[in-house]
């Protein structure tokens, strides 16, 4: 066995095991040399992503990949499955590159801007264990697991959001994320519980196969209500967002853009729960999951929007954007979720082919939404550096002092309000196609919400960047080189997948929708073996 | 916070050893009796946070220093995850139990119904690790807070 193969083999295990031994030996780091540490959790990060991309292009070429912790093969016994699996099909893996990519950014970009900051080592510490976690529930194959990570990174975030102690509303908003998150947390350990309890298994791929066998119990309907109502709490679905903008609004802005990938690991979770551990009994009658979710989506595209017109602090209301773009993820695989759970047998997916549009323009907008808000957050944070001012009430005419963050601001707020040719364009467009044909009322409501979003952020950057220069600003400077790489390497990416949509849906998106809905492949390895 | 009345350390004086002893005993037996690393490294830390709470951190304060918990801390964690990076190299799988069925320490297989220590493989290396880990995190968390409340007092 030659290198690469070896490290291909053991890829989904070193990929959460290398940001953890990284996230331990940062503290060790830090008393040598403070300037090694900041590269040393750069080039960890660095590695990380090369594993994640190595799988990717095998997973693409070769299906699902698989593997056991702690020894060569799991044992398969009656009907339990010994030892935990790390499953990662190319739905995984597509949220694993986002997760990475985030992560990657977030690290680059803390370069410069935590540099005048004390307790560093636990800001990077903290920061890798959150990619661990974040990482390892989008690959995990392990029910018990996915919570050890939710876990994980519920509690490294809830730290890095009030990380800076010196401010109350940072404290407040850590803390409520972290009462937020333990109920969350506590009600899917609940669900695992009662899954458990019956099948006498916590493998997913198990544990949808006895689901098949036993039908669909009433303790499986309170388990998968428990999984939803938790996880869209986890995942910012309306109205269960109350937390989301404070987080997002007090973190630094690098921890912004990780938290973005830990609330849709958390959407990721409900997905995978709901398509592939319920995958075989979700078609049963008398469920409507599907409206559900698309009743989320609505009520949490318009609050976001509403709620965002009237905040006056830079953050923050980059928050409620954030939730309205969560909305719209909601709102388009639950439009496919309508079809795929469907008692009727004439209306399936291939009479329907509406459904799988909307699935792909959902997974689509997950990496759309991780992009445009990310880019959004390091634009708030690169002004927050340069000024120390978050309201928008205060700041103005900084075009004339940071031209190149007011260029990433302008793709930031055209790719997210979805004006060609950005990258939300695409997506929306697959969003707005799709959902009509479900409702009409449905795709209304989406543009509005565009519409909303283009009118909130032009009097952004307004307010923000244009208008008359003020005279405390006069001795502002352009952020460092090592901020500007990270926002950069954010806008170069919107606007790749903004000209070349197409390469990105057939080659990325495409095959996780179908992940996604297909559930047959995930439960192969039971059948099938290694 | 200041340190307490000569009975009080006396008795906290006389308790810790035994605490101590009784939280690595928890540590060790990981693998055979209820308990492990976790437990065992927070019965000897509430033992540490008996001897502050009698002596007065300030006294505390000048025999042990909070980064040096730390830096312990991170040394537990890094042995964990050391032995699961030695499965995958000696074992051919992560968190793989390479240790078992040799002759090494901790190699043997364990007979039924006889309570041997010298099996388990790398689990009761793994406690070893958590408990270090474990008894320096929690007493730097005592250690924290208290000195915190004792700089509100000043």
Redesign the interface.
């Known amino acids: 066995m030659n290198i690469v193969d070896m490290l291909l083999t053991?890829a989904p295990?070193?990929t959460i095991?290398i940001p953890?031994?990284g996230?331990?030996?940062?503290?060790?780091i830090s008393?040598v040399s403070e300037k090694g540490r900041n590269i040393f959790a750069i080039i960890i990060v660095g590695i990380t992503a090369l594993f994640v991309f190595l799988m990717a292009s095998e997973i693409l070429a070769n299906g699902p990949m698989t593997?056991?912790?702690?020894?060569?093969a799991a044992t398969v016994q009656q009907s339990t499955v010994i030892r935990i699996l790390f499953e990662v099909d190319a739905l995984s893996i597509f949220m694993a590159i986002i997760g990475i990519i985030l992560s990657f950014v977030a690290v680059v970009y803390s370069y410069a801007f935590m540099e005048k900051n004390t307790g560093l080592d636990k800001y990077y510490t903290l920061l890798l264990l959150m990619t661990t976690g974040m990482l390892g529930m989008m690959l995990t194959g392990d029910m018990f697991n996915f919570f050890v990570f939710l876990e994980i990174t519920s509690i490294a975030s809830a730290a890095l959001v009030a990380f800076w102690t010196n401010k109350a509303k940072a404290v407040e908003a850590g803390f409520k994320y972290i009462v937020i998150s333990t109920i969350g947390a506590l009600f899917v350990l609940f669900a695992i519980a009662l899954l458990y309890g019956q099948y006498d298994a916590l493998n997913m791929a198990k544990i949808a196969q006895s689901l098949g066998i036993s039908g669909f119990t009433f303790i499986d309907k309170i388990a998968l209500v428990l999984f939803i109502a938790a996880l869209a709490m986890k995942g910012g679905l309306a109205p269960m967002h109350m937390w989301l903008p404070d987080a997002y609004g007090q973190a630094p802005a690098s921890i912004s853009l990780l938290l973005i990938g830990a609330t849709q690991a958390s959407l990721y979770g409900l997905f995978r729960i709901v398509f592939t551990v319920y995958g075989e009994v979700i078609s049963l009658p008398a469920i409507s999951i599907g409206w559900i979710l698309v009743l989320l989506g609505l009520i949490t595209m318009l609050i976001g929007v509403i709620m965002a017109i009237i905040q006056t602090d830079f953050k923050r209301l980059i928050g409620y954007g954030a939730v309205a773009e969560l909305g719209y993820m909601a709102l388009a695989v639950g439009t496919g979720l309508t079809i795929v759970a469907n008692a009727d047998p004439n209306i399936t997916l291939q009479t329907a082919p509406f459904a799988m549009k909307a699935i792909t323009g959902g997974l689509f907008h997950v990496i759309n939404d991780a992009l445009d808000i990310g880019l959004l957050f390091l634009v708030a944070g690169a002004v927050y550096y340069a000024t120390k001012e978050t309201s928008l009430n205060k700041l103005g005419g900084l075009a004339r002092n940071m031209k190149y963050t007011t260029i990433f601001f302008i793709i930031g707020l055209l790719a997210v309000s979805g004006l060609p040719p950005f990258n939300g364009f695409a997506s929306k467009l697959l969003i707005y196609e799709s959902t009509y044909q479900l409702n009409p009322i449905l795709s209304i409501v989406a543009i509005l919400s565009s519409i909303l979003l283009l009118a909130i952020f032009v009097k952004v950057l307004h307010s923000v960047f244009l208008g008359p220069a003020l005279p405390k600003y006069e001795t502002v400077r352009e952020v460092p080189k090592s901020m500007l790489l990270a926002m950069a390497v954010i806008a170069g990416i919107i606007i790749v997948f903004g000209l070349f949509p197409q390469v990105i849906v057939t080659n990325l998106v495409e095959p996780a929708a179908n992940a996604l809905v297909n559930n047959s492949g995930y439960l192969q390895w039971l059948t099938g073996g290694f | 916070m200041k340190g307490m009345s000569t009975i009080v350390k006396t008795i906290a004086n006389i308790g810790f050893p035994i605490i101590t002893i009784y939280g690595l005993y928890v540590i060790a037996h990981g693998h055979l009796t209820p308990g492990g690393g976790f437990q065992g490294g927070a019965i000897v830390a509430s033992g540490l946070a008996l001897l502050a709470v009698a002596h007065g951190t300030s006294w505390v304060e000048s025999k042990v220093k909070e980064h040096d918990l730390s830096m312990l801390e991170s040394l537990g964690a890094l042995g964990f995850i050391g032995l699961a990076f030695l499965g995958l190299l000696m074992g051919g799988a992560f968190f793989s139990n390479f240790l078992v069925d040799t002759s090494m320490l901790f190699g043997a297989i364990p007979v039924d119904g006889a309570a041997n220590i010298n099996t388990g493989g790398t689990l009761p290396l793994m406690n070893f690790a958590v408990g270090l880990k474990v008894i320096a995190g929690l007493f730097a968390i005592v250690l924290v807070m208290a000195i915190a409340t004792n700089k509100e007092e000043d």
């Open positions: 053991h295990a070193l095991a953890l031994l996230a331990f030996l940062t503290p060790l008393r593997y056991v912790f702690g020894s060569t």
